[in-house]
Structures are given as C-alpha cells and as structure tokens.
C-alpha cells in the first residue's frame, strides 16, 4: 500500500514524541510492505514563529493532499502567562479541526492488565475498564459565536451552540460504535440546566429508536465525572459534547493510568487525525522524558482507521503491551518499584518499541 501522512509535531513534547510515531510507522511500512510517505507541517507556536499563524492555509492543503495526519501538540507557558496575546497556539488546532470537518473526537479509554496496580485508583474498581468516549470536536462552546470582550473589558461572553444536525451525527457515531462492543451508550449532557444540552439528549433520545439493541442512558456531566471515578465499569460508549469531553477524557486518563497513555482518533467528512489527547507538557518539555506511548497508539488508530490495516495496528499495540509486560515504564507510569534499568526516557521507548515490533510483528 501506498500512503501519505501529514507530521505536524507543533510544539513542547508534541515534537519530542510525534517523531517516535513517525519512526515506528517507518518500521511497519518496511515490515509490511508499505509505503509511506511523510510530509512535515507547521501549526500552533512553531508556525506562528515561522508564518505568524497559527495554522497557516498552507498546513491545511498539505493535509487535504494527504491520506491521513499524525498531529503532536500545540501550547507554550508565553501564551498560557499571557492571556492577552491576540494570535494563540491553540487557535490552530481550533482551525485545522474545523477545516478538516473533524467533528468526531475519539478517544478509546484502555487499561492495559500491566498498569493494574500502578494507577491511583484501586485496581479492583480498574479492572475490566473498557470505555470509549465520542466528544463532539467542532461545535459548541469552542466554536459558538459572539464570543468577545465588552469595550472597558469587564464582561465577557461566549457562546455554546449546537444544532440537531451537529448532535445526530456524533451520536450516529456513538451508536454505531456501541453495536460492535457492549450495546451501551451513555450521553452525558447538563440538560437540568443548558438548553443546548436539552437539545443534545431529545436528538440522542430520539435517535436510539434506530438503534434498538443499544441500552441509552442520560447522565449529567458533574454526576458523570463522579460516577467514572467510582466505578468505570459502568461505561461502554460515552458521547458528549466539545468541551465536556475534554474534560472527562482528561480525567479518564487516570483509569489507563497516565495522560501519556492516551490516543485519539479525529474524524469527519475528509481525512482522519490523530493525536495524543494529552498538551505540550511544558512542565517536561525538552528534557527527553515525555511518555511517547499516547503518540504511538495515535499512529496504531492511524493505520486502523484510515487505513484498514489491523494487523499492522495490532502490531504496534502488541509492542506497547509487550513493553510493559517486560516490566519497561516511561517515568509517568513508574512506580518506586520499578528498577532503574527499567526506567525509560522518550529516546528509549522508541528504541525498545521499535526491538519489540520485530517480536510481534
Ligand atoms: P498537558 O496535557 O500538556 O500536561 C498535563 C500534565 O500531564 C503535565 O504534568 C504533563 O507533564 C503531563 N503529561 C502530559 N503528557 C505527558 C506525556 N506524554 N508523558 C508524560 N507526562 C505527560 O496539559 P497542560 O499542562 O494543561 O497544558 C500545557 C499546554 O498544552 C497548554 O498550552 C495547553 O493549551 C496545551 N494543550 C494542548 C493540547 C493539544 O495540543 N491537543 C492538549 C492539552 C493542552
Ligand atoms: C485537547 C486540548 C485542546 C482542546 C486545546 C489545546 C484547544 O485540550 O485536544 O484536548 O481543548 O480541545
Ligand atoms: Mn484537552
């Protein structure tokens, strides 16, 4: 097969774990008889540094001439310290997600049997966890319009929005996701009070009659964090909207174990993105120790989904399991007993990934 893939590392350990992927992709192509073909992009503080936006058109149509993109992450401490800055990092991914018509997020919540007993949570409530969340990615309150300050700058205002349309397409998604795993979905919404929200559960609501085998249940999102902490097990499919879904999944990430664990998958009306659910971590950035392992998955979801090539995926989570099950942990999943030669930087984790591909595959 022959493939092209957009890199977009952005900034911080988005460029520090997007070239592990890149290499690891490398090595299926060459395992498996693939070609592809890799073509680097700018977005978030490195394209505003290089073009002074945030997503120069330029990204947009190298992505549009391109079968699928690996995206790393945007974000730097002058931007978070500045609120005022005007042109900001994060617009980009706004802008390239919007473009791109990427109004399905997904975001699988899998617990590999390695981390049991590493997480915060007790591993007997972890157990079994299989969730995978549906946050709707180009709408809502990210999106909604006005969105301003008042002249002296002492109100402000944005807008969360969603039409039936944008609801009934996420939730087809969840739906249909649902049939193939556990029949369950659940809707998290804040209908008791938002009349967005009100809309989203009637839509979700009136479209699980073409879905009568699945079992639809409506939580609100302040209950819905609580109960995913108190017993994950509940949750098969979860679909909600932008803002939050990125909160949930955010907190989700401590049921797999680490925010360097988690990839997603964005997908719409034209190609598919992927990217770790995780930022640019500037708290480690540049010190060659973020957790490459969310990036990797993201690049396993790649080769699934907008490539139908589940062997190949399968390969890369087989390396990552395999990797754990020798005992090897990034230094966000460490625990104090884990060994000093078991403890891996960023560089080291793709080196061992990279080796245990070759057992797998
Ligand atoms: P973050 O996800 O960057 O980091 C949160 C915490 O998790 C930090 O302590 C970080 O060190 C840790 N962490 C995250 N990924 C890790 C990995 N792969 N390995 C080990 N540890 C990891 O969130 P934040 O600190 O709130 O945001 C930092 C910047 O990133 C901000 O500018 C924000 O806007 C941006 N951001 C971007 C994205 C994205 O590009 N998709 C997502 C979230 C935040
Ligand atoms: C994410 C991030 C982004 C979001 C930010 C950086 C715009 O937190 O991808 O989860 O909120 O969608
Ligand atoms: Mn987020």
Sequence with gaps: MNKKITVIAGDGIGLEVTGITQNILEIIGERFGHQFEFTPALIGHAAIEATGEPCPQKTIDTCRATDAVLLGAVGMPMYDNN????????????????????????RPIKLFDELLYTSSIKPEILQGSDIIFFRELTGGIYFGTPRERNEDGTEAIDTLRYSKMEVERIARQAFESAMTRRKKLCSVDKANVLESSRLWRETVQALSSEYPEVEVTHMFIDNAAMQ????????????????????????????????GMLPSASVGNEIGLYEPIHGSAPDIAGKGIANPIASVLSGALLLDISFGLKEESDA?????????KEGYRTLDIATDETPEDKRMNTAQTGEKLAELLASVA
Excluded: C, H, W
Aim: overall charge neutral.
């Design 83 to 106: 609120p005022n800055l005007k042109v900001r990092p994060e617009q980009g991914l706004l802008k390239i997600r919007k473009e791109l018509g990427l109004y399905s997020n997904i």
């Design 228 to 259: 995913l902490i108190r017993d994950p097990k509940q949750f098969d499919v979860i679909v909600t909207g932008n803002m939050f879904g990125d909160i949930l999944t955010d907190e989700a990430s401590q049921i797999a174990g680490s925010m």
């Design 316 to 324: 890369i989570i087989g390396a990552v399991a395999q990797f754990l």
